[in-house]
């Protein structure tokens, strides 16, 4: 029973480590990790930032096109002179002295008495020309929002190239891996058969010498490749937006046969190119209406106003009573202001915009010219392994046909060792791998060139 039981248990042993873990530790899929990287890249996140800050600077400058209000008060309150100076005065009713006990009566008073003033206005404006100065700016805005859309579309068009590309990598020294695996497997069959054979004489010592060697190296080509897979794994879940996770020697499916078609992969529309084409023309549309804007500083402005408004002031006399005085004052016409010279400071301005929108245009010829040299060297990429696959396909037939041979003179006719048709057999799973591998070199070369403009479905 106890038997049975292990049988039973042991081979789910193996799935423990990933069920310990998170779930960013487990196997990924192309599909997932593009989705995950699409969720969690920080880049593409302030493209989005930066899509809803140009939304909400739209809006303020349409707030341009309304009528302005405002509400103004100022209130002042002035004390007494300090020093306080002290003058004497007679006391005076209707042009006549009042007297005590026949003395006339006189009264102290300070040369500054204190003042309460208070103003409150109220004016609505209206801006109805400004030299297309604010319709420049909303469409310089628009601009630079669908900019910004598509700058947003080439980063998350990128991320998805960066993950295709990252995840086909890892795969590829998965699958090199794999095949140094079962190549050290065979060296160390043939060194333990080789021992045998030494002890009867079937093999030299110098033989033997020759096949131990051939395992060592092995060996070592081996931990050179479990240290690429490592690094590839670390920047693989770095491109996918997974940094805090320790990464696993088999972090994405090994099986070639779930690779997505090349098809799926191309589904993406990845023509980054022409988005990043696109994205310089608005530039220079947007480049176009700031020149639009300093044009208009030569033009006036006009202005419709209408105002109302109310000052009142009070203050004590000499004989501490209170004063009031205030008047109510409203306007309403037309403003114009007109800026005839201010030093050539709208002249430079304009000149400096007309310099970066040409200098953006020269960028975009540029990188025109840039993508048309990077697609055909991607073009050249992708007939080459496409004709590497081709006779790869060869070697792999002839392999086949030599693998099928050896093992017929193996073990019916008796003319070769095992040892020749387990080597037979081992250049046949080397020629495998190396076929799958080109395929995967081929997907990456196709995924290129469709991220520069190129047309892959001729390939």
């Known amino acids: 029973m106890n038997r049975l039981m292990c049988v039973l248990i042991f081979p789910w042993l193996q799935f423990l480590p990933y069920a310990a873990n998170s779930e960013d530790s487990i196997y ?56 306080y100076v002290p003058i004497e005065i007679d006391a005076v009713v209707n042009g006549q002295p009042i007297l005590i006990n026949e003395e006339p009566v006189s009264v102290l008073v300070t040369n500054n008495p204190p003042e309460f003033s208070s103003r409150s206005s109220i004016e609505l404006a209206w801006n109805v020309y400004k030299g297309g100065h604010d319709l420049a700016k909303v469409r310089e805005t628009r601009q630079k929002i669908e900019g910004q859309n598509l700058a947003e579309a080439i980063v998350e068009k990128d991320i998805i190239r960066e993950t295709i590309v990252a995840f086909t990598e890892l795969l590829k020294v998965q699958l090199l891996e794999d095949n140094k ?9 043939n060194l333990d058969m080789s021992k045998q054979m030494l002890v009867s ?47 696993f020697n088999r972090i994405v499916s090994a099986n070639f046969d779930e690779l997505p078609t090349l098809k799926r992969m191309l589904s ?29 500083d030569y033009l006036p402005e006009i202005d419709l106003y209408a105002s109302y ?10 004989f501490d009573a209170i004063v009031d005085r205030g008047s109510n004052d409203t ?16 002249s430079a301005r304009m000149h400096r915009a007309i310099a970066e929108k040409e200098r953006i245009s020269l960028e975009r010829i540029q990188k025109r010219l840039e993508n048309e040299v990077s697609k055909r060297e991607k073009e050249i990429t992708v ?57 995967l070199d081929y997907y990456i070369s196709v995924i290129e060139l469709a991220s520069v403009g190129g047309n892959p479905q001729s390939y």
Do not use: C
Request: net charge neutral.
């Open 28 to 83: 990924w899929d192309m599909e997932r990790a593009i989705e995950h990287a699409l969720n969690n890249r920080v880049e593409l996140r302030i493209e989005k930032l930066q899509g809803r800050e140009l939304q909400k600077a739209k809006d303020e400058k349409l707030s341009e096109f309304y009528p302005r209000l405002d509400f103004e008060t100022d209130l002042k309150h002035r004390p007494e002179s300090d020093p």
């Open 268 to 296: 993406y529309q990845l023509d980054i190119s022409t988005l990043r084409l696109d994205e310089l023309a608005t530039r220079i549309g947007s480049a176009d209406e700031v020149v639009k804007q300093q044009r208009s």
């Open 309 to 318: 408004g109310h000052y009142g002031r009070s203050r004590e006399n000499v």
């Open 181 to 189: 695996k079962n190549e050290l497997r065979y060296w160390q069959d």
């Open 383 to 439: 007939s080459l392994v496409n004709k590497k696959i081709q006779l790869a396909e060869q070697k792999l037939d002839m392999l086949y046909s030599e693998e099928r041979l050896a093992y017929t003179k193996w073990k019916s006719l008796h003319e070769i060792t095992e040892l020749k048709y387990r080597e037979a057999k081992l250049k046949l799973m080397e020629a495998e791998t190396e076929l799958k591998v080109l395929k």
């Open 201 to 247: 004489g079937g093999i030299s010592n110098i033989d033997y010498q020759r096949i131990q060697l051939n395992y060592e190296e092995v060996k070592i080509e081996k931990l050179k490749i479990e240290q690429d897979l490592r690094r590839r794994s670390t920047l693989f879940l770095s491109v996918i937006g997974v940094s805090d996770s320790e990464p």
């Open 331 to 346: 306007q309403y016409g037309v403003r114009l202001r007109w800026n005839i010279f201010n030093g050539l400071k709208t």
